[in-house]
Nanobody, 129 residues
């Protein structure tokens, strides 16, 4: 069983920075055995991938955040981070931390070569102009 809990969201002005954290609780294995990613969902839009790390050498970012966002993790603390710099109003969304596998899974969201089926509750990020 995998449980995820995000924190660090908030309101910031355009050009500002935020760091989101996601604490990963596992009943077995370590976080390096999972794909770990960040997604976001703006009002009235679908949830989309922002960053993904398959923990096997592949890290990808959405084109809209490349060069501004960085995904990282602390394996000892079972925590995943999303550093967000140069924030724009269009980055406003609910941000979700996710975990998954590289094997195909039903009812999972595919992104960055991974099938994500474990989700946090989300943390809101609002960027004002």
């Amino acid at each position: 069983r995998v449980q995820l809990a995000e924190s660090g969201g908030g309101s910031v002005q355009s050009g500002g920075s935020l760091t989101l954290s996601c604490e990963v609780s596992l009943s077995r294995y370590g976080i390096t055995d999972y794909c770990l990613g960040w997604f976001r969902q703006a009002p009235g839009k679908e949830r989309v991938g922002v960053a993904s790390n398959d923990n096997d050498g592949l890290i990808i970012y959405a084109d809209s955040v490349k060069g501004r966002f960085t995904i990282s993790q602390d394996n000892a603390e079972n925590t995943v981070y999303l550093q967000m710099n140069s924030l724009k109003p269009e980055d406003t969304a609910m941000y979700y931390c996710a975990a998954g596998y590289t094997q195909s899974l039903s009812s999972a969201q595919f992104y960055g070569g991974c099938w994500y089926n474990y989700w946090g509750q989300g943390t809101q990020v609002t960027v004002s102009s």
